[in-house]
């Protein structure tokens, strides 16, 4: 197989046995990605699988873990894909993290054939891409890697060689190697004792392109789910009926990780205090877009950014919360057309703009490939959505600021010395016909 190169990108793996880990330092020698063990046959878990996780994505590094597989049946081997996937679940899934799930499978304590371990293998692979949506990744050892059969060769392979001079040999399945584990006694400031190193076969941008998402521009808010629009609602702890600036969107766990939805600098990445146009909205990261937008990202527990600096889209910003005025664990998303004076902040919505379509049209604009039929299609449907919701809140928005209707002359007439606006809501002029109604002992006759 081909050699290492000094432009390739360095990773290490750990689990319960490099102990407590200093991820910001690890992060600081230049390591950019790492796997991390989550768990083993049908029940184990690694006690420090989640403390590593969160600990190495708020330092920055892009992530995936991986399964020592146990199996001797195609059974059991099923039976170990859920338990992993399960165990992804406790940290907001696959699907969230920056890497593969991956097959760890280097030994054969069961003397299996060679044909009998590609079915076991074949097995885990399939039911955990279906249990996770992700195509997994397989590591394995030099010499054990020779078992495998061409049929998975569509893996992507990570493999085990501690050399300095030998790479790894070629097999039947692969020519060659995606990662290559090349020591298990690296020293990385950040973790005590050894620690094996891993690299990558390209450039940091080359393995995020390999396996980060496509952004689909038709849903821009893709693994979040959407408890409140943006628009006129009842707010859920005042009660007091008033225009939502953004959208509430939750993600799981309740401390679960939060991405940047575009890239641009961070203006803000601290407690919002009252004055400073983050008042009541608690941990708030705001983030300057290429266009002066800011995009405003608030409720958090925590903030993983700080201010100056230029983040990417989908880096990790913070992680959801419920600090400032909250009704639970979740992210108040919002866009801002200013970020200055008092970051864009105004009494109205007349400073935002709603954040799907903002989103929809950034993401076009970027130069995105043409959409499918399908894509398309869906596409379509979202923009109708969002630009009857701008009509139902124009139509809302002038029903609060309505003239005095003829039919409630007499009423406002009445009542003119005491009424500041010569405006209000259908139900404000209603009310007040009903009053004068009382008042003047106007019954109404069918």
């Known amino acids: 197989m081909q050699q290492r190169k000094d432009s390739n990108v360095q990773g290490i793996d750990v689990s319960r046995y490099q102990g407590k880990i200093d991820w910001l330092k690890v992060k600081a020698d230049g390591r950019e990605f790492v796997f991390i063990k989550a768990t083993e046959g049908q029940t184990y878990s690694d006690p420090n699988f989640a403390t590593n996780v969160k600990g190495a994505l708020s330092a920055g590094l892009l992530v995936g873990t991986y399964h020592f597989l146990k199996a001797t049946t195609t059974v059991a081997a099923k039976a170990e894909a859920a338990h992993y996937a399960k165990t992804l679940d406790t940290v907001g899934g696959a699907d969230l993290l920056g890497l593969p799930p991956v097959m760890d499978y280097e030994n054969n304590p069961g003397n299996l054939s060679k044909a009998q371990i590609n079915a076991v293998a074949k097995s885990f692979l ?11 990744i397989i ?21 085990a060689r501690y050399s300095d001079t030998r790479t790894p040999d070629d097999q039947l399945a692969w020519k060659t190697w995606t990662i ?36 689909d521009i038709t849903n821009p808010f893709d693994g979040y789910r959407i408890t409140s629009p943006f628009g006129m609602r009842t707010h859920p702890v005042s009660g007091v009926k008033k225009f939502h600036r953004g959208v509430d969107l939750v993600v799981t766990p309740s401390d679960g990780p939060i991405y940047a939805f575009v890239a641009g600098e961070v203006l803000h990445a601290k407690l919002g205090v009252k004055g400073s146009g983050f008042g009541d909205y608690g941990v708030t990261v705001a983030i300057k877009d290429d266009k002066g937008g800011l995009h405003v990202y608030a409720h958090l527990t925590a903030a993983a950014v700080k201010v100056g600096q230029q983040v990417k889209r989908g880096q990790l910003i913070g992680k959801q919360g419920s600090t400032g005025i909250s009704s639970g664990p979740h992210l108040h998303y919002e866009v801002r057309k200013a970020f200055a004076p008092q970051y864009g902040y105004t009494a109205t919505e007349a400073g935002v703009v709603e954040p799907t379509q903002y989103l929809i049209d950034y993401y076009g604009e970027e130069g995105n490939v043409p959409m499918t039929a399908t894509e398309q299609k869906a596409f379509d449907s979202l923009k109708a959505r969002v630009e009857a919701q701008a009509a139902y809140i124009a139509a809302q928005k002038a029903k609060d600021n309505m003239p005095c209707p003829s039919w409630a002359e007499s009423a406002y007439n009445f009542y003119k010395p005491f009424i500041a606006d010569e405006t209000g809501s259908y139900d404000f002029w209603r009310m007040l016909v009903i009053k004068y109604r009382q008042e003047n002992d106007i019954k109404v006759t069918s």
């Open 126 to 136: 399939s039911e955990l891409e279906r249990l996770t949506g992700r195509k997994p």
């Open 180 to 215: 290559w584990q090349y020591s298990d006694s690296g020293k990385v400031p950040g973790i005590t004792g050894n620690v094996d190193l891993n690299e990558f076969n390209g450039s940091l941008s080359d393995l995020k392109k390999r396996y980060g998402k496509k952004v």
């Open 139 to 159: 590591y394995t050892g030099n010499s054990f890697a020779s078992n495998f059969d061409s049929g998975l060769s569509g893996y992507d392979l990570w493999i």
